[in-house]
């Protein structure tokens, strides 16, 4: 019997959607097993290079742009690990923790010494990993099933945009995905629940912008990202008050601070004498902060200061700056961009009895939820 054609082989059955989730990018190396048989392709040049029936331990790494697995050359720059069971690839993270994922494994050569890794698989099988990241499985179903669409959307969103792309989407920097590893039953339930539900908006796949806690008020996409044109508009959300990134602090000595400044480009001559917002946007987040000393000053936006300083440090762009003792102290509220759903203020809302239709309607206001 002649080998199926590779590209039939590497499409599950069904027309399930797929996505392409770059899981570890441009790093030098990657170590995967595989629990059960299965088959080593070279995309390259469109062969099989061997069958095997279980792996323990593949190291892979780059060397003059060949993939070398365990040492050996496969003279290839993109070869797909194919299992024959669903769950049997495991990827090795950088705690030494072995996660296992469904679908395929694209391990991609970059450039002479670096490596992707890409895990196709269905879209609602990806959102399985993805909701128990974004949220906690103990959440009331109300916002699983809110996280569950607006993951899809986001996702749906970058699937559209991916053509001729070697990936779709990056884990973790768009959105958090922890493989079959991550699966829990009450957020595999709200997969299941809202399959293939996406949101639109203007006729449209929204791409769903979510982030932790807004703090009390969301903000207009424009500001965050100048390219979302016709999103939906912010709107006030107290639903997340009180709840444990509501609020937060910070402070950094004044050197540490103009170190940083300068790291950035950003060159203050002397010490920081003051520092002060300059610009806001209508919702009260900072957009645009000066930092002085006696002989000149920079402005930069309130999410450079966000990057410069530590998006951790500086939890949002909606805070209140002095300096005391020496140091920069910072008070805010809220927890990320603030586009979008606010996932505290979803939780909130559901324990209030409102359904995951209202509160996706809440935070993406105008939108409709289709299939
Ligand atoms: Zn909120």
């Known amino acids: 019997m002649l080998p199926r054609p590779i590209n039939d082989v590497l499409r599950p059955a069904g027309s399930a959607r797929l996505i392409r989730v770059a899981i570890v990018v441009s790093k030098p190396s990657a170590v995967i097993s595989v629990?059960?048989?299965?088959?080593?392709?070279?995309?390259?040049?469109?062969?099989?290079?061997?069958?095997?029936?279980?792996?323990?331990?593949?190291?892979?790494?780059?060397?003059?742009?060949?993939?070398?697995?365990?040492?050996?050359?496969?003279?290839?720059?993109?070869?797909?690990?194919?299992?024959?069971?669903?769950?049997?690839?495991?990827?090795?993270?950088?705690?030494?923790?072995?996660?296992?994922?469904?679908?395929?494994?694209?391990?991609?050569?970059v450039g002479n010494n670096s490596l992707t890794i890409v895990n196709t698989l269905p879209l609602d099988e990806y959102i399985m990993g993805v909701v128990p990241r974004e949220t906690f499985p103990a959440w009331p179903a109300a916002a699983l099933r809110a996280q569950a669409v607006a993951a899809r959307?986001?996702?749906?969103?970058?699937?559209?945009?991916?053509?001729?792309?070697?990936?779709?989407?990056?884990?973790?920097?768009?959105?958090?995905?922890?493989?079959?590893?991550?699966?829990?039953?009450?957020?595999?339930?709200?997969?299941?629940?809202?399959q293939g539900e996406v949101l639109t908006y203007n006729g449209k796949v929204l791409c769903a912008f979510f982030y932790t806690c807004c703090g009390g008020k969301t903000e207009e996409a424009k500001n965050i990202f100048p390219s979302a044109n016709k999103y939906p508009h912010a709107v006030d959300s107290p639903y997340c008050k009180g709840t444990k990134h509501y609020s937060w602090s910070f402070s950094i000595a004044l050197e540490n601070c103009s170190q940083k400044l300068k790291r950035a480009g950003k060159y203050l001559t002397g010490r920081i004498t003051t520092v002060k917002p300059v610009k806001y946007f209508e919702s009260g987040r900072v957009a645009q902060i000066k930092f002085s000393s006696k002989f000149?000053?920079?402005?930069?936006?309130?999410?450079?200061?966000?990057?410069?300083?530590?998006?951790?440090?500086?939890?949002?762009?909606l805070f209140k700056v002095r300096i005391k003792n020496g140091r920069l102290q910072f008070v805010g509220r809220g927890w990320g961009h603030a586009v979008g759903m606010c996932q505290w203020g979803s939780k909130v809302m559901a324990e209030k009895g409102f359904d995951y239709e209202q509160i996706l309607s809440h935070f993406y206001p105008g939108t409709k939820i289709e299939r």
């Open 153 to 194: 959307s986001f996702a749906l969103t970058h699937i559209l945009n991916g053509k001729g792309k070697e990936f779709d989407i990056v884990s973790p920097n768009h959105q958090l995905y922890g493989g079959a590893s991550a699966e829990t039953l009450s957020t595999t339930k709200a997969v299941l629940d809202t």
């Open 296 to 317: 000149n000053s920079v402005v930069i936006t309130g999410e450079e200061c966000r990057k410069i300083l530590g998006y951790n440090n500086i939890r949002s762009t």
């Open 35 to 109: 629990i059960g048989p299965g088959t080593f392709y070279d995309k390259i040049h469109h062969r099989r290079i061997k069958r095997f029936g279980s792996i323990s331990k593949a190291l892979f790494n780059v060397s003059d742009g060949n993939i070398f697995v365990n040492g050996r050359n496969t003279k290839s720059s993109h070869i797909i690990i194919l299992s024959d069971m669903p769950q049997s690839i495991r990827l090795r993270d950088k705690f030494g923790e072995n996660i296992v994922y469904r679908g395929r494994m694209d391990i991609i050569a």
